[in-house]
Nanobody
Framework: QAQLVESGGGLVQPGGSLRLTCRASRMITSVFNSHSMGWYRQAPGKQRELVAEISSAGVTNYGDSVKGRFTISKDAAKKMVYLQMNSLKPEDTAVYYC???????WGQGTQVTVSP
């Protein structure tokens, strides 16, 4: 079973930056490398939405609202996925979840709050 652990969330002012990390330490390296990974978010009262995803080949895809501001990357050797978030806006406030395509496992989420 994959265990995905997110970290890096917190409170930040509008215009600030945060870097989220997803650690997939229990995934076998070959499984991690052969499946896409993604970041999703869910704000209160809203549906969970795709933020960014990265394929096994490193191809990235972003939600429209974060294009140009967020960057997803991964370190295959460390089995970690990152989400660099710049120019944060109050509407980016949400719980951010890491997900693997492998059996669609989810992490527990990390809270990001963007507020003056």
């Amino acid at each position: 079973q994959a265990q995905l652990v997110e970290s890096g969330g917190g409170l930040v002012q509008p215009g600030g930056s945060l870097r989220l990390t997803c650690r997939a330490s229990r995934m076998i390296t070959s499984v991690f490398n052969s499946h896409s990974m993604g970041w999703y978010r869910q704000a209160p009262g809203k549906q969970r939405e795709l933020v960014a995803e990265i394929s096994s080949a490193g191809v990235t895809n972003y939600g429209d609202s974060v294009k140009g501001r967020f960057t997803i990357s991964k370190d295959a050797a460390k089995k970690m996925v990152y989400l660099q978030m710049n120019s944060l806006k109050p509407e980016d406030t949400a719980v951010y979840y890491c997900k693997t395509e492998w059996n669609n496992y989810w992490g527990q989420g990390t809270q990001v709050t963007v507020s003056p």
